[in-house]
C-alpha cells in the first residue's frame, strides 16, 4: 500500500489549502481514511475522516472550516481546508485503516507540511 500526500505549502492565516492523498496497491476493504496531524513537540492528532459508507468525523477545532472528501474512483482522499489558522500549522498525514481479523492496522503517508503565517 502507497499513500502519497500532496498538497502542503506556506499560507496566510484566512486562506485555504487542498491535500490530496493518492492511495494505491490497496486490495481489501477499507473501513476508513482520514488525515492526522502532528505539529512540533505535540503528538499526532486525527484532524477529520471519512469512513467506507461516507460518514465524516472532524476534531473540534476544524469543524465548519475543513472538509474531508474522498473519491472513490480515483482512490484519492482530499482535506479541503478554509479560513487557516496559525494553530493549523503541522505536517498532515493521510491515513488508511483497514482491518485484519479483530486488529486495526494503519496505513501511512509520508505526510505534507502546512505552515500558515501571520
Known amino acids: 500500500v502507497q499513500l502519497q500526500a500532496s498538497g502542503g505549502g506556506l499560507v496566510q492565516a484566512g486562506g485555504s489549502l487542498r491535500l490530496s492523498c493518492a492511495a494505491s496497491g490497496i486490495t481489501f476493504d477499507i473501513d476508513a481514511m482520514g488525515w492526522y496531524r502532528q505539529a512540533p513537540g505535540k503528538q499526532r492528532d486525527l484532524v477529520a475522516s471519512?469512513?467506507?459508507?461516507?460518514?465524516?468525523k472532524y476534531e473540534d477545532s476544524v469543524k465548519g472550516r475543513f472538509t474531508i472528501s474522498r473519491d472513490n474512483a480515483k482512490n484519492t482522499l482530499y482535506l479541503q481546508m478554509n479560513s487557516l489558522k496559525l494553530e493549523d500549522t503541522a505536517i498532515y498525514y493521510c491515513?488508511?485503516?483497514?482491518?485484519?481479523?479483530?486488529?486495526?492496522?494503519?496505513?501511512w503517508g509520508q505526510g505534507t507540511l502546512v505552515t500558515v503565517s501571520s
Open positions: 471519512i469512513a467506507g459508507g461516507g460518514r465524516t
Open positions: 491515513n488508511l485503516q483497514s482491518s485484519y481479523g479483530s486488529s486495526r492496522v494503519d496505513y
